[in-house]
């Protein structure tokens, strides 16, 4: 009995674990590895219902497989909390406090920081690096989001952004909304770029 709890455990610690670096990443890759490894435990339990005899030696057991699935569901669930809501991420306002502990003018500050969680490159790959930065989940904006955006400017583009339902869109506009300019910026470059 202790043998089949111990098992039971240390499967849902195993796909806990696959499953906390899925929900981590940001990339669509994974996608395809979990679909792929969810194919395999699909097979490996329909193996075991009886529809193909199993060789010798061979067992399966549905409720480890049950519980490396449900492992995998909670660790993505875990790791996808803690990427949208920045665990790992730079803690902007420790950074913004000790460059004005350290004397750095606030336009400096500003340009610093800007660039650290806007800055592109101009590729896609400084888009995604921006994504993983910011904690956002690896999407875009659906198009009449993003034409709703780019057509407003100024004071009317800052309340727009601090009115959307996306939390780190609104708290966004919020901490750079007399900067109208960047947040002009940031839709154009980051969330809706083509």
């Given at each position: ?29 994974i ?5 792929a ?7 490996v ?27 995998i ?20 306002k ?62 009317e ?36 770029r083509?």
């Open positions: 009995m202790l043998s089949k709890i111990v098992n039971g455990v240390c499967m849902f610690l195993a796909g806990g674990s696959v499953g906390w670096l899925v929900g981590l990443s940001s990339s669509p890759v996608q395809g590895i979990i679909t490894l969810t194919g395999l435990i699909v097979a339990g329909s193996l075991y219902s009886g529809a193909t005899a199993l060789p010798a030696g061979m067992k399966a057991s549905p409720p480890l497989l049950a519980m490396l699935l449900f492992g569901a909670a660790g993505t669930s875990g790791g996808l909390y803690c990427r949208t809501h920045n665990w790992f991420g730079a803690d902007v420790w950074l913004k406090q000790q460059l004005e502990e350290a004397g750095v003018p606030q336009d400096v500050i500003h340009t610093h920081l800007s660039k650290l969680l806007l800055d592109t490159g101009g590729d896609t790959a400084g888009r995604d690096l921006v994504r993983q930065r910011s904690g956002q989940l690896y999407a875009s904006l659906p198009t009449e989001q993003c034409a709703l955006y780019q057509a407003k400017e100024g004071d583009l800052v309340a727009l952004m601090k009115s959307s339902a996306s939390v780190p869109i609104s708290n966004f506009a919020k901490r750079c909304e007399k900067h109208p300019e960047c947040l002009k910026a940031f839709v154009e470059e980051i969330l809706c083509q």
